[in-house]
């Protein structure tokens, strides 16, 4: 599954800066975006006049940098393998990659040992190296995109580490540390023996025959 049209240019998007048509009225930062038309930021009166009926993200600022909420994007694009954060209460994920400077990036370990360092940064952003809470693959939608250029072969089904069924794992975000600890799924007969893997695919579904032979 290609990138949706509207990723790059969401990625790209200048936001925040005040609306040339609503510029005096009290919410005219230019914070929103449409999926359906893709014409670049605007405001909460824009979106009332314009966009009643499209599916809209609201850009909101973490640390100067873009993020989305979770529940706002993840209809929209497979988000699989990304970092996502609670910030306000609620789940966000960032837009745009964050580089982390070295110097941060290794104070763990000389602060406090091995153990420290194997903890706290044992995950990485596969592109720009950024560390992870999660053992997950990129820090942002942007580095996702980047991975998935990068690998011609992949989609953007891109989950976790492990890209064997991205279709089980699609949406499933809860449960991805659950995938990542569990053995390989490379069971290929009906009569395997009910490991505790097929416990925690997807409650209430039956284990079945996979669709590859």
């Known amino acids: 599954m290609a990138a949706p049209p509207w990723l790059e240019p969401l990625l790209s998007t200048e936001f925040f800066s005040g609306c040339h048509v609503h510029g005096d009225a009290p919410r005219s930062e230019c914070n929103m975006y449409c999926l359906n038309c893709n014409v670049g930021a605007f405001c909460f009166y824009c979106r009332s006049a314009r966009h009643k009926d499209h599916h809209v993200v609201q850009i909101r600022r973490s640390s100067y940098h873009n993020v989305v909420r979770v529940a706002e994007i993840q209809k929209a694009v497979d988000i699989g393998g990304v970092q996502t954060y609670v910030i306000n209460s609620a789940r966000v994920i960032f837009l745009n990659e964050r580089p982390q400077p070295k110097a941060a990036a290794s104070s763990g370990a000389a602060g406090g040992g091995a153990s420290a360092h194997h903890h706290h940064h044992s995950h990485a952003c596969e592109i720009c190296g950024r560390s992870l809470l999660e053992p997950l693959r990129f820090c942002s939608l942007g580095c996702k995109l980047a991975g998935v250029k990068r690998n011609e072969n992949a989609s953007f089904n891109l989950g976790a580490r492990d890209d064997e069924m991205p279709s089980e794992r699609k949406g499933k ?18 009569d395997a023996p009910p490991l505790s893997t097929t416990r925690s695919r997807r409650k209430g579904i039956p284990q079945r025959a996979p669709f590859r032979s």
């Open 173 to 190: 975000s809860s449960s991805r540390e659950e995938q990542e600890t569990q053995p390989s799924r490379k069971t290929p007969s009906n």
